[in-house]
């Protein structure tokens, strides 16, 4: 299982009616392969998981699957606040075709690192894919230690982990636990050059999903520890990673699809559409800026 360098939490089009917009869908795919996209997270946060019904996460990711047909890793986010939950829909992802599996830690109920431990051992253990932890204390709740994680990698079947965490203490902690079957990703679009330099494998990025040329760039410098590359690549990505924190994600991401051709990727409720206004303004003219490398395929 090869998944590093450049992967893409896609974002999910929904049409105007509200329904998912597979046509538009298509396009987004064709774009991050066209990019040089490395692997590809279907109904991650960025994809809205939590507002997909069943048949929908089903025949997104089968979709996905069959568009994709084997050229990069199509990695299912099958995380829920319960791990039966969890281990149900990592099954079903498997049966739909997924390589491996994105399990974010259990939000809002708060679980204790030994909670925590037996939840991943208990989907590693019945899910029956390769499972990437994902940690990012800020939506769930809680926080996954890197001491926790040193454990949970003796696991065969756990093979990785995003980490959204971007500050320095977190990047070094994490850069310690990488060997050859457990790879550490960056689950921050601002830090990921630091964190690649530092020993990640690769970025699980949101900025990939409007341009996936310049963001394969900024990977393949960073892991090959090229630091002026890096730099140059991180310059020119920064604006728009700033544009894009102008609301929670996947609002502001959601928003710029349009302007490539993308579908109206419409948010469903509770998130909303970003207003017209200075932040839309601010994110349009990042998004312009980098035209010449963000026309999506086809």
């Not at 069959?66 to 050229?71: F, L």
């Not at 040193?150 to 093979?159: F, K, Y």
């Not at 040329?213 to 002026?228: E, I, M, P, T, Y």
Request: net charge negative.
């Amino acid at each position: 299982m090869n998944i590093r360098g450049s992967i893409c939490a896609l974002a999910t089009p929904f049409a105007a009616d509200g329904s998912l917009d597979l046509p538009a869908f298509a396009r987004l795919l064709d774009h991050q392969l066209a990019g040089g996209t490395q692997a590809l997270v279907v109904a991650g946060s960025t994809g809205e998981a939590h507002m997909l019904e069943h048949d929908e996460f089903d025949r997104l990711l089968v979709f996905a699957v069959e568009h994709v047909a084997g050229r990069v890793p199509v990695i299912a986010g099958t995380g829920e606040a319960g791990t039966a939950k969890t281990v149900a829909l990592t099954r079903r992802a498997r049966a739909l075709g997924a390589d491996a599996a994105l399990v974010v830690t259990p939000y809002y109920v708060r679980p204790t690192q030994e909670g925590l431990r037996r939840h991943f051992i208990d989907v590693a253990e019945h899910g029956g894919l390769p499972v990437v932890l994902y940690n990012v204390p800020g939506r769930t709740g809680c926080d996954l230690l890197p001491e926790t994680v040193a454990g949970l990698r003796e696991h065969p079947a756990i093979v990785g982990i995003k980490e959204a965490r971007g500050d320095r203490e977190r990047i070094l902690a994490l850069a310690e636990l990488v060997r050859p079957d457990f790879v550490y990703l960056s689950g921050d679009d601002g830090s990921a050059g630091e964190a690649m330099l530092a020993g990640a494998a690769g970025t699980i990025s949101v900025v990939a999903n409007l341009v996936p040329g310049v963001f394969r760039a900024l990977c393949d410098a960073a892991v090959g520890g090229d630091h002026a590359a890096t730099a140059r690549c991180h310059a020119t990505l920064e604006p728009l990673v700033q544009a894009l924190n102008c609301a929670p994600n996947p609002i502001a991401v959601k928003a710029a699809l349009p302007w490539l051709g993308l579908g109206l990727a419409l948010p469903r409720l509770p998130l909303v559409e970003l207003n017209d206004g200075p932040d839309r303004a601010r994110l349009h003219q990042a998004l312009s800026s980098l035209a010449s490398l963000a026309t999506a395929a086809g």
